[in-house]
Every structure is written in C-alpha cells, then in structure tokens.
C-alpha cells in the first residue's frame, strides 16, 4: 500500500523569502502525485499534479514542484512567497489501486511573517 | 471548471437527528465520488467511495448505516449522518472524480457540529 511523509508539520517562512515543502512516497511503481492547499476551514484546492512525463511540474499561484524517483520526493517550491500563502499544504499520492483513491501525507501548516 | 459544491456549509444538530449533507458537481459528470472527514489539525480520512447507480464502499471502521451515502446522479451524492452523537462532530468534505481522469476536485466542506 501506498504511504506519504511530510516531515514538517509547521513551517514559518518571512514574506518574500523562497519556499520549499518536503512530501516522501512510499509506493512501488511510480504514483500519481497531488499537491493542494487547504485555507482554513475551506476545502482543497488543486495546486497542481504530476502523473508522467517532465518531472518538474507547473501549478497555479506560481507553485511548482519537481519529482525525483531516486528519493522517492515530490517537494513543492515557491521562489517567493507572499501572505496569502499561508494556509495548509497537502502532498497526495494516488497508486495502482482500483478507484482512483488518494492517500493523503499529514499536512504542512505555512505561516508567513510580514 | 471542476468546481464540487456543498450544501449546508455550517450545521449544528442536536444529538439524536440525522443531517443530510449534499455534494454537487457542477460542471462535470463525476462517475465517482469520495467522502472524507477531517479533525482539526489533521489531515484527511476517506470515508468511503460512492459510484452513480451502486452501493457506496466503505473504509475500515466507518459504519455504513451510520453514514449513508447515495449517489442517484452523475452530478449529486448525498451523505447522511444518522443519530447524530457529539463524537460525529467534524468537517466533512466531499471530492468528484470525472470520468477518464485521475484528478479529485474537492467541494468546500461542511463543518457539523451536534450538541
């Protein structure tokens, strides 16, 4: 079965500064990845998806994220963030299991300093 | 497009009665749909998955005729919480899934709350 780590449950980050939170897979065959963003008390939102191909993915808000197999990690990177960019970050991975079904990581809490 | 609606947004029951939750997708036909219920601080737990036309399949531990899902409709599954406890506070939150695609588009939850 397929697991996923986020090994940082909080993250402070100053206005401007770049970012980088850290998700780890455990699955055999390469997964489909997920990041969303969860704003308090909100649903998520899709910040973007890797499923094949090039390994650094574009996503929306000026997020990207870039998979590497040989360390089983799909971290999500901002160069610069900004306030309203604190919220909760889920990193999701989908395996070969019949439904489509995500597993999610624990969360990461994002707090910007001004 | 794929945006996934819920209706009520904030509930508060008292403890006994049954509150339906509804989930919609709106611009897309969602051939599944999943259930998650989240606590505070922690991530999200699937409930279950629910196909148009078939019983809903129900995670380890999650009592189905506690909560009881149907999904009549391409565009609509419903999540009903029977006998209603204080323990069944929490946000629950919905996701479709369109057909032939691999990507789950969640609706904005509804936080319930039993007194």
């Known amino acids: 079965a397929q697991s996923v780590t986020q090994p940082d449950i909080h993250i402070t980050v100053s206005e401007g500064a770049s970012l980088e939170l850290r998700c780890n897979y455990s699955?055999?065959?390469?997964?489909?990845l997920f990041w969303y963003v969860q704003s308090p008390g909100q649903g998520l939102q899709l910040l973007l998806k890797y499923f094949s191909g090039d390994t650094l993915v574009q996503g929306i808000k000026g997020f990207e994220a870039e998979f590497k197999r040989s360390q089983s990690s799909f971290n999500l990177r901002k160069p610069s963030v900004h306030w309203s960019d604190a919220a909760e970050y889920f990193c999701a991975v989908v395996g070969d299991n019949a439904g489509n079904m995500l597993t999610f990581g624990g969360g990461t809490r994002l707090m910007v300093k001004p | 497009g794929a945006v996934v609606s819920q209706h009520p947004s904030r509930v508060i029951c008292k403890s006994g009665t049954s509150v339906k939750i509804e989930c919609r997708s709106l611009?897309?036909?969602?051939?599944?749909m999943f259930w998650y219920r989240q606590f505070p601080k922690q991530s999200l737990m699937l409930m279950a998955t629910s196909n148009e036309g078939s019983k809903a399949t129900y995670e380890q531990g999650v009592e189905k005729d506690k909560f009881l899902i149907n999904h009549a409709s391409l565009t609509l599954s419903t999540l009903t919480v029977t006998s209603a406890h204080p323990e069944d506070s929490s946000f629950y939150i919905c996701s479709s899934l369109a057909g032939g695609t691999d990507t789950q588009y969640f609706g904005p939850g509804t936080r319930l709350t039993v007194l």
């Open positions: 699955y055999g065959a390469t997964p489909y």
């Open positions: 611009d897309f036909q969602a051939t599944t």
